[in-house]
């Protein structure tokens, strides 16, 4: 193999929970854009579950809320306060 191209070069696979990750915020994501609070409700238990609490929680706040526009922010702490917006 030329020195280019040895496998170490090739772009490796994702683990499963990264691809489990990345699923998870791809389902709240649309959970939170369908107005489906028990949706996202059961999502991020199950996130929790296969996760882990702090896994979850970094999805939710680190990687979701710069995605969202105002509007979603707001329905998201609504429903982390328990109010229907």
């Known amino acids: 193999m ?3 191209n040895a496998l170490s070069s090739y772009p490796k696979q994702m683990t499963l929970d990264t691809q ?3 699923a998870l915020l791809q389902e709240l994501l649309m959970a939170l ?3 489906d609070a028990d949706g996202y409700k059961s999502w991020l238990a ?3 579950e296969q996760l882990g609490r702090d896994v979850a929680a970094e999805v939710e706040s680190d990687w979701m809320v710069p995605l969202l526009v105002e509007e979603e922010r707001d329905r998201l702490m609504a429903w982390q306060l ?4």
């Open 82 to 85: 328990g109010v229907s917006l």
């Open 2 to 4: 030329a020195a280019g």
């Open 33 to 35: 854009r369908a107005n």
């Open 46 to 48: 199950l996130g929790i």
């Open 20 to 22: 489990m990750t990345l």
